[in-house]
């Protein structure tokens, strides 16, 4: 029997912040499935794309995403799905589908980069407003009118034309990752959680993942004295801490949803 066929797409390094993790990550993967006898292939664009019915994608670039989003369309297998990719590295479309879909999260809005000047419901926190990826992952917590004009100014030279405003949340935060309906904790979350907080972890996960219909991903939790909210999201994140397990569950999550394609089954 022919060995079946997997292609991978690394990350491109300007699109994450943690370029060299998110490269061992999809590697780690790569040796996973190689150790079950798939014949797999990492690319970094679609030069050299062979025939294929399994893809596991760590891509961010938009033409990328467009063309693997034609090849799904013909029955060909995308982890994580490139339509839910596009949602999750705009912060506008995340976070307005999350909260469409009723995901706990702060109060957030997105205003016009020239229309924030004017708040004043200080403490918050600011951060780039379209793009969710590499340097757009940084925060600026707001205290004044003087920490504002300074986090405007520096969005502004990196050609920000839209923030988002999020409510400041004071608690304990917990990242945590997901792998279809399975959830990992860091080491350092895993020790801090009671059981009760760790099934509201599991919760809030499951439905915004359920919301933005990804496979593989990753988020911040803070809790508070009366509740939890979810303050990021990311598909694909790079589980530095976990890798090794991570790689093996998103090798069993490829297997389990590899035995409904009609060539493989």
């Known amino acids: 029997m022919s060995k079946l066929?997997?292609?991978?797409?690394?990350?491109?390094?300007?699109k994450g912040a943690k370029a060299d993790s998110d490269k061992l990550i999809a590697e780690a993967v790569k040796d996973e499935l190689l150790s079950r006898n798939y014949s797999v292939s990492l690319l970094n664009d679609f030069d050299g794309l062979n025939s294929t019915n399994i893809i596991f994608s760590l891509s961010r670039n938009l033409e990328t995403l467009d063309k693997l989003n034609k090849i799904k369309n013909h029955g060909v297998l995308i982890i994580n799905p490139p339509e839910s990719v596009k949602i999750c590295i705009n912060r506008k479309d995340l976070f307005t589908?999350?909260?469409?879909?009723?995901?706990?999260?702060?109060?957030?809005?997105?205003?016009?980069?020239?229309?924030?000047?004017?708040?004043?419901?200080?403490?918050?926190?600011?951060?780039d407003g379209d793009n969710h990826f590499g340097d757009a992952d940084e925060k600026f917590l707001i205290k004044s009118s003087q920490d504002l004009n300074q986090a405007l100014n520096c969005l502004h030279k990196k050609g920000v034309k839209n923030v988002l405003?999020?409510?400041?949340?004071?608690?304990?935060?917990?990242?945590?990752?997901?792998?279809?309906?399975?959830?990992?904790?860091?080491?350092?979350?895993?020790?801090?959680?009671?059981?009760?907080?760790?099934?509201?972890?599991?919760?809030?996960?499951?439905?915004?993942?359920?919301?933005?219909?990804?496979?593989v991903f990753g988020g911040d939790i803070i809790f508070t004295k009366s509740n939890a909210v979810l303050i990021d999201f990311n598909e694909w994140p790079s589980f530095s801490t976990i890798r090794e397990k991570a790689a093996v569950e998103i090798c069993n999550l490829i297997e389990q949803k590899a035995r409904d394609l009609p060539l493989l089954s």
Do not use: H, M, W
């Open 165 to 215: 405003i999020q409510e400041y949340v004071k608690g304990k935060e917990i990242k945590f990752y997901g792998i279809g309906n399975t959830i990992l904790l860091p080491p350092t979350s895993l020790e801090q959680v009671s059981q009760i907080e760790l099934s509201l972890i599991r919760k809030i996960a499951l439905k915004a993942t359920t919301v933005l219909k990804t496979d």
């Open 5 to 14: 066929k997997v292609l991978g797409f690394y990350r491109e390094k300007n």
């Open 97 to 127: 589908k999350l909260f469409d879909g009723k995901v706990p999260i702060p109060k957030t809005k997105i205003v016009s980069i020239k229309d924030c000047f004017n708040e004043t419901e200080f403490p918050f926190f600011l951060k």
